[in-house]
């Protein structure tokens, strides 16, 4: 299967500070990438959407001022969560669907445990 | 908007028995449905995808889904787990660029 990779894995950062995590196809091209939250033993929420060289699309209640989406290439999206603090502590995912529309699924990153402190 | 419901949260089965994780969908259009699983800690893991053809979907690790549009479901199914199929499991729902998930289910396999 085609690889995501998301780094860093885990980071720990101060309130107020921002943190940049980054999603990276390697083997194939990703058109569309995906940004998801996810909480303790909950599901994945869908954070955005976002399609190389355009502006992410955010789900409603997502603050698009807060979570920076870039998709700069085919290759690599990155979320920066700024002016971070403690309620953003989570699990952040993304992951990467290729050329090929909305029935090629998508292949994820291992994640990344963000804790503010 | 499309959406997966997975109506259980937990699924507890013993070692050697068969394991069915349920899905159901909502879509307008034709349905594009998705099973992954993950381990703690982890990313998802791709299993298993329905597009179109055959309604019997074989995945990886064994597992296969049953896709049925008149019930608009999509359960997951292994003839005999084992201990380390242990994970949450994940239906999703593809549609107008999005991709959607279900709750997850926790499926502890019992030696």
């Known amino acids: 299967g085609a690889v995501v990779s998301q780094h860093p894995s885990r980071v720990i950062c101060k309130s107020g500070t921002s943190v940049k995590i980054e999603c990276r196809s390697l083997d194939f091209q990703a058109t569309t990438m995906f940004w998801y939250r996810q909480f303790p033993k909950q599901s994945l929420m869908l954070m955005a959407t976002s399609n190389e060289g355009s502006k992410a699309t955010y789900e409603q209640g997502v603050e698009k001022d807060k979570f920076l989406i870039n998709h700069a290439s085919l290759t690599l999206s990155t979320l920066t969560v700024t002016s971070a603090h403690p309620e953003d502590s989570s699990f952040y995912i993304c992951?990467?669907?290729?050329?090929?529309?909305?029935?090629?699924?998508?292949?994820f990153g291992q994640g990344t445990r963000l804790t503010v402190v | 908007a499309q959406s997966v419901a997975q109506p259980e949260d937990q699924v507890n089965v013993a070692e050697g028995n068969p394991l069915t994780v349920k899905c159901t969908y909502s879509?307008?259009?034709?349905?594009?449905l998705f099973w992954y699983v993950q381990y703690p800690n982890r990313g998802l893991q791709f299993l298993l995808k329905?597009?179109?053809?055959?309604?019997l979907v074989k995945g990886s690790y064994g597992f296969e889904a049953e896709f049925n549009k008149s019930q608009t479901s999509f359960h997951l199914k292994k003839p005999s787990a084992l201990v380390s199929d242990s994970a949450l499991y994940f239906c999703a729902v593809s549609g107008n660029n999005r991709l959607a998930f279900g709750k997850g289910n926790q499926v502890v396999v019992i030696p």
């Open positions: 329905y597009i179109t053809g055959d309604n």
């Open positions: 992951s990467a669907r290729r050329t090929g529309g909305v029935n090629t699924e998508a292949f």
């Open positions: 879509v307008s259009g034709n349905p594009y």
